[in-house]
T-cell receptor
Framework: DVKVTQSSRYLVKRTGEKVFLECVQDMDHENMFWYRQDPGLGLRLIYFSYDVKMKEKGDIPEGYSVSREKKERFSLILESASTNQTSMYLC????????????FGSGTRLTVV | GQNIDQPTEMTATEGAIVQINCTYQTSGFNGLFWYQQHAGEAPTFLSYNVLDGLEEKGRFSSFLSRSKGYSYLLLKELQMKDSASYLCAFLMDSNYQLIWGAGTKLIIKP
């Protein structure tokens, strides 16, 4: 069964901490994405990657960075967590053309206190 | 630019039929997806339309009109478990990214 795995389902961090959210896919997908989802705002794209070592800014990259050292792994980093980064974070992957849609991980509910 | 729009919330009765509409504007289009998302969970794939017309899959059907920039998701014989948000998204042909609507929250009443 193909899958996208996010390392944590729930996470509580303190303001100013550096936070790592990990995402691993086993489908040999080229494309990987990080979104955050907040009530009433839908899915907002933070960063995406079309290949190893490659990254592109999405719509709301401020306060975040990413790393893709291996094809199957895409990490989201909150350099200094703030309370306005409290959200649901969703990782997704797709094949290069996107025609099979995105497969999502189960999400990480991050609370910054 | 691109834009995608769907109603924020809809209410329907168990056993009934409901149609969720989605309109979009884009210069490059490669197909339209529908996803279902239960509260607190990740979106899961429902359907993908590339050509005009109706695609039926059990109780769920999806329709696309490329010339009108319009799609709908039709849910028949509604069940309580269909209470969820339904997201439409179109695939851009320039960079193969999905552009997402904000989602329609569907509330099913007994």
């Amino acid at each position: 069964d193909v899958k996208v795995t996010q390392s944590s389902r729930y996470l509580v961090k303190r303001t100013g901490e550096k936070v790592f959210l990990e995402c691993v896919q086993d489908m040999d997908h080229e494309n990987m994405f990080w979104y955050r989802q907040d009530p009433g705002l839908g899915l907002r794209l933070i960063y995406f990657s079309y290949d190893v070592k490659m990254k592109e800014k999405g719509d709301i990259p401020e306060g975040y960075s990413v790393s893709r050292e291996k094809k199957e792994r895409f990490s989201l980093i909150l350099e200094s967590a703030s309370t306005n980064q409290t959200s649901m974070y969703l990782c997704a992957s797709s094949n290069r053309g996107g025609g099979n849609g995105y497969t999502f991980g189960s999400g990480t509910r991050l609370t910054v206190v | 630019g691109q834009n995608i729009d769907q109603p924020t919330e809809m209410t329907a009765t168990e056993g009934a039929i409901v149609q969720i509409n989605c309109t979009y504007q884009t210069s490059g289009f490669n197909g339209l997806f529908w996803y279902q998302q239960h509260a607190g969970e990740a979106p899961t794939f429902l359907s993908y339309n590339v050509l005009d017309g109706l695609e039926e899959k059990g109780r769920f059907s999806s329709f696309l009109s490329r010339s009108k920039g319009y799609s709908y998701l039709l849910l028949k014989e509604l069940q309580m478990k269909d209470s969820a948000s339904y997201l439409c998204a179109f695939l851009m042909d320039s960079n193969y990214q999905l552009i997402w609507g904000a989602g329609t929250k569907l509330i099913i009443k007994p």
